[in-house]
Structures are given as C-alpha cells and as structure tokens.
C-alpha cells in the first residue's frame, strides 16, 4: 500500500519534471539557458521514472540496470551539454540580450571577434580585440 | 500486476498520467527540433528526447512489465549521448572550416584544417 503510493508519487513527480524539461526547451530564450532544461530537468524526470521501476521490480537484475541507466544519464549529461554549450559558443549562435559574457572568453575559447561589428550581449567593448588585450588581466 | 487500492488502481492511473506528460515533453521538444533557429538548438532538442524516451522506457516496463524494454532505455541513453558528442565535434568542425583564417590560434595558419 504504502509502495504502491510511493511509487505513484515518484512516477507523477517524473511526469512533471519531463512536461518541465519539454515547456523549458520550447520556452526559453537562448541555447546556453535552454541547455538548463535538458541537463538538469529531463535528468531528475529520468531518474525518477527508473526509482520507480528499481521499486516496483526489485529483482537483481533490474535493479542493476535501472541504477547503471541513472548512473550513465548522471555522467553522460554534463559532459555532453559542456561540448554542445563550447561548440554553440565557438559558433557564435547569437546570445539573449541580457547573458553577460566574460570579455575575456573570446579569447580564451579562440573565437575570432565580430567582423561586422554587430555584437550583442555586452560585448561591444571587445570587438576590437587586441593581442595586447589578453595580458590586462580584466575579468 | 497493479494492487488496487479501495478498488481504485491509483498507479495504473499514475503511470498513465505520467505517460501523457512525458509524451508532452516530447512534443514540446519537437517543435523547437523542427523551429530552432540554429544548429546547436535542434542537437539540445534531440538530446532533451532521447532523455525522454528514456523515461518513457520506463513507464512502458512498469505499465506491462516486459522486462526487456530496460534493455532498449540502456541503448538509448548510450546511443544519444553519442549522437550529442558527435554532433557537437561535427559544430565544431564545420566552424573550424568555414573560417579558417579567421582562427587566432597561431598552431594552425590559414588554409591548413584543424585536427
């Protein structure tokens, strides 16, 4: 009885989180804040539905495959949004408007600068980015 | 295999619920696969499902209880995180040479390909 609750509560609570990670990936403004919605909700949603079924079965072999799928979404996720998140960057996918960059991260990540000059999202100081400009130590 | 509570089966309903929900998600991130503006936005789109047909797995072993289909969320989770990695070097690669003397690392001048 008390399972049986446990296990509908886990499983809605699934449902909710994956609905959540969807309406952020519609939603949200940009690909580094969409990636939010994919990392860490779509994880929780996963990772609720298969304590779930860890609960409902209870043999050795579900319970070893339902923790290694948890344990591989728990290692595989931030790995792959920092590659997507570096190459969206690199690419130079146009940024919300209010996302601060480091002025130094252009730099640092080999991003050529603008060449039309039409930058956004703060960093119109850094369009003439000069050699010089690495060794000022601004943050 | 669903015990009823008080003749109400409260997680057959829960798991059906939670299927609709889940296929929500899905949808939802279908359309910013099919409208997201760049590259990089449809590759979020299309991990952010494989992570949710993961979960969908889920729901469908608990709802029938065939076993097998764990299996299948396992593959998934394996063949999406590859699908994400190789699209994002692939990101990467076409920048790498769509520009090349545009790149400010001194280790690759221009008209030679990055590794």
């Not at chain 2, 309903?13 to 899905?26: D, H, T």
């Not at chain 2, 979020?44 to 797995?57: E, S």
């Not at chain 2, 065939?66 to 990101?91: C, K, N, Q, S």
């Amino acid at each position: 009885m008390i399972l049986e609750l446990f296990l509908s509560a886990s499983v809605l609570l699934g449902g909710f989180f994956a609905f959540v990670a969807g309406l952020g990936i519609l939603r949200l403004p940009d690909v580094l804040i969409r990636m939010h919605a994919t990392t860490k909700a779509g994880t929780l949603a996963s990772g609720l539905i298969m304590l779930a079924v860890i609960f409902a079965f209870g043999d050795a072999s579900t319970v070893a495959r339902g923790v290694s799928i948890v344990l591989f979404l728990l290692l595989t996720a931030p790995v792959a949004a920092h590659m997507i998140g570096r190459a969206a960057f690199r690419a130079d996918v146009p940024l919300w408007g209010k996302t601060k960059i480091d002025p130094t991260a252009r730099t640092k990540l080999g991003v050529p600068p603008r060449p039309g000059g039409k930058v956004r999202a703060q960093t119109a100081s850094s369009t003439a980015i000069s050699p010089t400009r690495n060794t000022n130590g601004t943050t | 295999m669903f015990v009823e509570i008080e003749g109400f089966p409260i997680l057959s309903v829960a798991v059906q619920l939670a299927f609709v929900l889940v296929m929500a998600g899905v949808v939802l991130a279908f359309v910013r696969l099919i409208k997201g503006p760049s590259l990089p936005d449809r590759v979020v789109a299309l991990d952010t499902m494989t992570v949710l047909i993961v979960a969908f797995c889920g729901l469908y072993t608990l709802q029938t209880g065939v076993r097998a289909f764990l299996d299948v969320a396992v593959v998934l989770a394996l063949i999406g995180f590859l699908a994400t990695v190789a699209l994002a070097r692939f990101i990467e690669r076409r920048v790498a040479r769509a520009a090349p003397d545009r790149r400010q690392d001194a280790a690759f001048p221009s008209g030679e390909d990055a590794p």
